[in-house]
Structures are given as C-alpha cells and as structure tokens.
C-alpha cells in the first residue's frame, strides 16, 4: 500500500512538472479563439449565404423544369 502511494505522489509530481501539458492547453485555448471567431463570423454572414443559396436553388429548378 505504501509503494502504491509513493508510485501515485511520483506520477503526479511528474505530471505537475511536465511542461508539454501547458502547450497543450494553450493550443486548446487557440482552437476554442478560433472556433469562437468563426461562428460569430458565420452568423454574421448567414443573410447574405442564404440568400446565394436561395438563387442557387431558384437557378436550379428553373434549369430542371426549362418548360414549368
């Protein structure tokens, strides 16, 4: 019991200690930003999208049904 608490105080001290942790963290904190700004972006721009994709859709049918 006691070597089993020694083996977990020295994992965890190797993991308090290890730096890569810190970069991934940080590299999360940059993919969140950036996931953040890009759904903003997207719903500033859902007007003007549904609207390309309105006259797509209208181009389309018209192009299917030349007579209807």
Same mark, same amino acid.
């Given at each position: $019991?006691? $070597? @089993? $608490?020694? =083996?977990?105080?020295?994992? @965890?001290?190797?993991?308090?200690?290890?730096?890569?942790? =810190? /970069?991934?963290?940080?590299? /999360?904190? %940059?993919?969140?930003?950036?996931?953040?700004? @890009?759904? &903003?972006?997207?719903?500033?721009?859902?007007?003007?999208? =549904? +609207? %390309?994709? +309105? &006259?797509?859709? +209208?181009? @389309?049918?018209? &192009? &299917?049904?030349?007579?209807?």
């Amino acid at each position: $019991m006691v $070597m @089993l $608490m020694f =083996q977990l105080r020295h994992l @965890l001290a190797r993991f308090v200690d290890d730096e890569k942790a =810190q /970069g991934l963290v940080e590299y /999360g904190l %940059i993919i969140g930003l950036v996931a953040i700004a @890009l759904v &903003a972006g997207l719903g500033l721009l859902t007007g003007s999208l =549904q +609207s %390309i994709f +309105s &006259a797509i859709t +209208s181009s @389309l049918n018209k &192009a &299917a049904n030349p007579g209807g």
